[in-house]
T-cell receptor, first 117, second 116 residues
């Protein structure tokens, strides 16, 4: 069974600094995808970044980058130059299977990030 | 593009009544839709997966007779909470996946259900 672990219930970061949110996963499948989502207080889930298990390069999307260490089964999210609007809950998720309609996403417990001015 | 809407965004109902929540993919065809439940400051718990035109697949512990899911078209899925009780109060989020989109899963804004 797949499992996602986020060990940081809450994190604080100073505005304009970088922050790393931890995520480790457990799966026996060779093919899987890793995702990070942002959920502000409004409740909407916002997709941030994706990393495929076969992708050799770490994924990057603007200020977001994913530090993918396959051997350690970790997929940490790095947010550079934090902004006040980054304050939200962040979820790491994994989906097993290669095909688009295969597999369901499993979510971690989330990390609440607070950006301080 | 790839917008998912949910209606209503917020609903308050009396215990014993049924509530229907609609999830629509506005600009794409959703071959697969997911329904999640989220308690305050907790993770998303998958309730069921539905594919257009077929019966939903429910996760272990989710009562299919209580949470009726209908995925009648490629753009609409509904979740009906039947005979709602206060313990059903929660934030319900739907998500859709488009055919041909390798990995993306698009989420609706959620529906906050309060059962009195």
């Amino acid at each position: 069974a797949q499992k996602i672990t986020q060990t940081q219930p809450g994190m604080f970061v100073q505005e304009k600094e970088a922050v790393t949110l931890d995520c480790t996963y457990d799966t026996s499948d060779q093919s899987y995808g890793l995702f990070w989502y942002k959920q502000p207080s409004s409740g909407e889930m916002i997709f941030l970044i994706y990393q495929g298990s076969y992708d050799e390069q770490n994924a990057t999307e603007g200020r977001y980058s994913l530090n993918f260490q396959k051997a350690r089964k970790s997929a940490n999210l790095v947010i550079s130059a934090s902004q006040l609007g980054d304050s939200a809950m962040y979820f790491c998720a994994m989906r097993e299977g290669r095909h688009t309609n295969a597999g369901k996403s499993t979510f971690g417990d989330g990390t609440t990030l607070t950006v301080k001015p | 593009g790839a917008v998912v809407s949910q209606h209503p965004s917020r609903v308050i109902c009396k215990s014993g009544t049924s509530v229907k929540i609609e999830c629509r993919s506005l600009d794409f065809q959703a071959t697969t839709m997911f329904w999640y439940r989220q308690f305050p400051k907790q993770s998303l718990m998958l309730m069921a997966t539905s594919n257009e035109g077929s019966k939903a697949t429910y996760e272990q512990g989710v009562e299919k007779d209580k949470f009726l899911i209908n995925h009648a078209s490629l753009t609409l899925s509904t979740l009906t909470v039947t005979s709602a009780h206060p313990e059903d109060s929660s934030f319900y989020i739907c998500s859709a996946r488009a055919s041909g989109r390798r990995y993306e899963q698009f989420f609706g804004p959620g529906t906050r259900l309060t059962v009195l």
